[in-house]
């Protein structure tokens, strides 16, 4: 039985599906984040605030690793790119943990275990 044609198949695409969409939707919080600090956005905005708050929890592991720079009101927010960077790597690193559940055929198998053996891989 080939992988398209296995029964789990698709419910390891649809893992990864949700990985990929929850990473996006973080990854879109945490631009808008980004964006409003570089531009100085007013902190009091309700709009605003709903953004700092909601995205605070996902940054806050990474708010000691650089310094903040703040060139006229506006601040380039290091570590908010650094959040992104680590959630996508994390992000791939899920999806690719869920690809190891992938049936493969035997072909494939010896095939790859011997890329791997050769260190094509």
């Keep these: 039985m080939d992988a398209s044609t296995s029964p789990e198949t698709k419910p390891l695409y649809r893992a ?4 990929w969409y929850l ?3 973080l990854e879109v919080g945490l631009v808008f ?8 956005a007013n902190p009091a905005a309700g709009f605003t605030s709903f953004v700092y708050a909601i995205t605070y929890p996902f940054v806050a592991p990474f708010l000691a690793v650089f310094r903040i720079t703040v060139v006229a009101g506006s601040v380039f927010e ?11 790597i994390i992000a791939w ?8 559940g992938k049936p493969v055929s035997t072909p494939e198998a010896a095939r790859k275990l011997e890329e791997q053996d050769d260190g094509r891989s």
């Design 16 to 19: 990864t599906q949700v990985v």
């Design 23 to 25: 990473l996006w939707i």
């Design 33 to 40: 984040r980004f964006l409003l600090k570089l531009f100085g």
């Design 78 to 88: 290091w570590t908010t790119l650094l959040a992104m960077l680590v959630y996508w």
């Design 93 to 100: 690193a899920i999806v690719r943990l869920i690809l190891i």
